[in-house]
């Protein structure tokens, strides 16, 4: 199907795109959209495609195709971080004001994202690509930019730190007795 608005490329330079996109847009898309929420995170997708089109001849035709697209949806996301600071700033207080359920799972899910909130900003990208992405070290090294050591060291201290926060909103947080959740 013809994409709107295409400008005519090389049949060959077309079908390499096409291949590009249909190969790793779920995974770019996913990465956009749990980082930005679901329109803004299509929205950045789509902008990392168009970026790719402009610079096919500088998108790698190999297995770090994908960490070069991530790089650039890196970049990207962080450009609509800094665009959009206030409205974050907002569903941040208002993600701490929330109450405390009586649900275990939405309490666990809660904590875990307060951590996270806790945490650097550099902590939370480099967490997200390990456990949510689900990239090795040296895609991670690539996305960011740095060498895989500096990868394991900040994997290493982001985890730890993560863990000491979730330590200490765990142990603040009222927990319900399992008898009175079954009375």
Not at 12 to 23: G, K, M, S, W
Not at 63 to 69: D, K, M, S
Not at 87 to 105: A, C, F, H, K, Y
Not at 115 to 133: H, Q, V
Request: aromatic letters at 8%.
């Amino acid at each position: 199907m013809p994409r709107q608005g295409s400008i005519e490329l090389h049949p060959e330079a077309r079908n390499r795109f096409d291949t590009l996109f249909d190969t790793h847009y779920l995974a770019v898309s996913r990465y956009c959209v749990r980082r930005l929420g679901s329109a803004d995170g299509e929205d950045a997708a789509a902008e990392v495609f168009a970026i790719a089109w402009r610079r096919l001849d500088q998108v790698p035709a190999d297995e770090t195709t994908r960490a070069w697209l991530l790089a650039v949806a890196y970049r990207v996301v962080g450009n609509q971080y800094r665009s959009r600071r206030r409205r974050n700033r907002l569903s941040e207080r208002l993600l701490t004001e929330v109450s405390v359920g009586s649900d275990p799972i939405e309490n666990e899910a809660r904590l875990v994202q307060e951590t996270l909130d806790s945490l650097g900003k550099d902590d939370r990208e480099i967490l997200r690509m390990a456990a949510w992405d689900g990239l090795t070290r040296s895609e991670i090294a690539m996305v960011i930019g740095i060498k895989e050591n500096a990868v394991d060291q900040r994997l290493f201290r982001a985890r730890a730190r993560f863990k000491q926060h979730f330590d200490r909103l765990n142990k603040n947080t009222p927990h319900m007795d399992p008898r009175e959740a079954s009375a």
